[in-house]
């Protein structure tokens, strides 16, 4: 079965602060695709980044970085100099790359951070 | 903007009611997908559409159903309903084949059910 692990509820931290977010995954298949969505409180989830699980190049976009580590089941996101703008909850998810389950989209429990001025 | 729509905003209706929850894809995209959620239950997929067809079905009672036009655009049709019926509806659609491409997700629907 498939499933994604966040296992930091909550993180709070002061602006300007690098704050990592730790997303674990399980899944049997050999090819899949994970993803980071963010909720930020007016409640609508935005898309940021898809990774294949061929593809364990690191990614970085601006202040944003994925660390992807097929090894430890492991896709952690990296906020470097948060933001209070950043405040929102982060999901990480997983979708099957093929069969009946392709497309859909299996979320962790989300972390809410808190980016304090 | 996700350019994926969903009407209406916010919904409050009584127990036993019947509602029907609105999406339209972005421009292109062939699959529509539902999701719920809940304190509870966090967010979980209800069910796929592909170019007017089911393509898959997760976690959706058989007190809901869902359907894609010809248009595309999906309605979502809760039935019976319950207290704990009350979440966010999320519709999210993407491109390309069977959902190989990112999910964007529309604003949401907010269901409460008194």
């Known amino acids: 079965a498939q499933k994604v692990t966040q296992a930091q509820t909550e993180i709070s931290v002061v602006e300007k602060e690098d704050v990592t977010l730790d997303c674990v995954y399980e899944t049997r298949d050999t090819t899949y695709y994970l993803f980071w969505y963010k909720q930020p409180p007016s409640g609508e989830l935005v898309f940021l980044i898809r990774r294949n699980s061929f593809d364990e190049q690191n990614e970085i976009s601006g202040r944003y970085s994925w660390n992807f580590q097929k090894s430890t089941s492991s896709f952690n996101f990296t906020i470097t100099a948060s933001q209070v703008v950043d405040s929102a909850v982060y999901f990480c998810a997983l979708s099957a790359s093929y069969g009946g389950s392709q497309g859909n989209l299996i979320f962790g429990k989300g972390t809410k951070l808190s980016v304090k001025p | 903007d996700s350019g994926v729509t969903q009407t209406p905003k916010h919904l409050i209706t009584a127990t036993g009611q019947r509602v029907t929850l609105r999406c339209s894809p972005r421009?292109?995209?062939?699959?529509v997908y539902w999701y719920q959620q809940s304190l509870d239950q966090g967010l979980q997929f209800l069910i796929q559409?592909?170019?007017?067809?089911?393509?898959a079905k997760g976690n959706i009672l058989e007190r809901f159903s869902a359907q894609q036009f010809p248009d595309l655009h999906s309605e979502l049709n809760l039935s019976s309903l319950e207290l704990g019926d009350s979440a966010l509806y999320f519709c999210a659609s993407s491109g390309g084949g069977q959902g190989l491409y990112e999910q964007y997700f529309g604003p949401g629907t907010r269901l409460t059910v008194t």
């Open positions: 421009s292109g995209d062939l699959s």
């Open positions: 559409y592909y170019n007017g067809e089911e393509r």
